[in-house]
């Protein structure tokens, strides 16, 4: 185990995690919402720094990022864990599944294995990479020395402060912004809009940001909530980011009906009323 970065001592021997908007405050031998970051005697512990449960070289497309690096490959790596617990999550295996076996992996490995297959870059992906905060935030220093990208494909839950510090060292980022309503963070993701749309907008002031919604029928797939999330994106960021809608299909904890590809087709023709480029995922 290595020890956390952005966290409080308290009283009792409990720590505040200060990673992300859970703010979880941990008593002793107990975990936070993520499931890997553990409190140890007053000490906040990452469970996962050089784990690793997959390592893959996929397009860059497949993260979903169209406008950088198009027709590339990138080494992807992930971990287990996420500070979302979302229904519908389609890596549940890993993100939910705290036992999920991983294998050691150091930064320094990480780095010659994406230089030895011709990538260029590395994308933390697969699950929360957020979550992975210590070994992303190393192996991103390292690769960035080493004239290597780096991609963050997150869920965006997390707070300013180190995405502050991790920002300067990444390239681009895909951002799941999962609903523009309050209630489905909160229900169908146990978590929060807001801190999420905070996110979006510090982060493409600093790199190249692609967003995508997941439409899922009866949850988030209203035309009305369609015009409030492309209305936002074109107000806050302009009319270049790139908008993926992805089709849903039953998976984790969720049985509802895959979406219908007109419900999608419907999305794309609200959206480039205002935003350039809209693109229709998994139909």
Known sequence: ???ALYYDKLDSKKVHCRL???DCVIPGSKKGAC???INKGGILY???YGKTTGIALDPIEKKPLYHYHPG???LSIGTKGCNLHCKFCQNWHISQEIDAPTEPVTPEEIVEKAKACGSFGIAYTYNEPFIWYEFVLDTARLARKSGLENVLVTNGYVNIEPLENML???GAMNIDLKSFDEDFYLKVCRGRLKPVLDVVKRSARSCHVELTTLIIPTLNDSPEEMEKLVGWIYDNLG???PLHFSRYFPCCNMDIQPTPVETLKMAERIAKKKLRYVYLGNV
């Open 1 to 3: 185990m290595r020890e």
């Open 20 to 22: 992300c908007p859970n």
């Open 35 to 37: 499931g890997v970051r």
């Open 46 to 48: 990452t469970e996962v």
């Open 72 to 74: 590339q490959m990138i």
């Open 168 to 170: 300067p060292l990444i």
């Open 239 to 241: 009319d270049k980011v």
